[in-house]
């Protein structure tokens, strides 16, 4: 069974920076896709960002473009999210998922995703 838990969420103002971390455990994590998504209350859960198996590919939602970057280091069994200018929008719960099919590329649908971590609230104050 696959094991993810994101650490690093927090209160932060606007313009700020925080670095988000999501420990995976379970299975070779150097073989899939891995993904960021976020939900703000009353709202569905949308993407953030994802980032290929080998790291070589990611892939961003518009409204984080520029400000947000997905990374991975396979040897930590870890993935990242650094956000920077920080936007009270940015307000929600963040998830750290992981890809259903092994050599993924990185996809924005939810449905490619097998494995879900339990979530970082991220709260931005204007």
């Known amino acids: 069974q696959v094991q993810l838990v994101e650490s690093g969420g927090g209160l932060v103002q606007a313009g700020g920076s925080l670095r988000l971390s999501c420990a995976a455990s379970?299975?070779?994590?150097?073989?899939?896709?891995m993904g960021w998504f976020r939900q703000a209350p009353g709202k569905e859960r949308e993407f953030v960002a994802a980032?290929?198996?080998?790291?070589?590919?990611?892939n961003y939602a518009d409204s984080v473009k520029g400000r947000f970057t997905i990374s991975r280091d396979n040897a930590k069994n870890t993935v990242y999210l650094q956000m920077n200018t920080l936007k009270p929008e940015d307000t929600a719960v963040y998830y750290c998922?992981?890809?259903?099919?092994?050599?993924?590329?990185?996809?924005?649908?939810?449905?490619?995703?097998?494995?879900w971590g339990q979530g970082t609230q991220v709260t931005v104050s204007s």
């Open positions: 998922a992981a890809g259903r099919r092994a050599y993924g590329l990185g996809s924005n649908a939810r449905s490619e995703y097998a494995y």
């Open positions: 980032i290929s198996w080998s790291g070589g590919s990611t």
């Open positions: 379970g299975r070779i994590f150097s073989s899939y896709a």
